[in-house]
């Protein structure tokens, strides 16, 4: 009968120590799961900032502004447009010709 109550009380010790280590293990567990939350949430702002500064950075008129600035660029006016016209007989790329050689409307 003593060998008996030694065997329960080691099993009653052994399953409390297991009992403490799975609680300690779920709240490790759990408050890992809290940081990767709050750490998602962090992520979830700081891209929405980026996208509107993405937004921002893209305009027209910043970009427009850019060009004339930083790349001297300018805007295309018949002024400083130049037309290129072919010389006689030259095809023209991209009308089709037919089988006679004559260039299709």
């Known amino acids: ?6 065997v329960l009380l080691l ?11 799975v609680q300690y293990e779920s709240r490790r567990v759990y408050s890992e799961l809290d940081r990767a939350k709050s750490q998602a949430l962090k992520l979830a702002a700081e891209n929405e900032r980026l996208q509107v500064e993405k937004r921002a950075q893209a305009t027209s008129a910043r970009i427009e502004s850019l ?20 010389a006689s007989g030259a095809s023209v790329p991209g009308l089709p010709i037919s089988a006679a050689g004559e260039r299709l409307p």
């Not at 009968?1 to 030694?6: A, E, F, S």
């Not at 099993?11 to 280590?21: D, E, I, M, R, T």
């Open 1 to 6: 009968m003593m060998r008996l109550n030694l």
């Open 11 to 21: 099993g009653v010790l052994l399953s409390a120590l297991y009992l403490v280590n």
């Open 67 to 86: 060009a004339s600035s930083k790349l001297q660029m300018r805007s295309a006016t018949p002024a400083v447009t130049t037309y290129v016209s072919y």
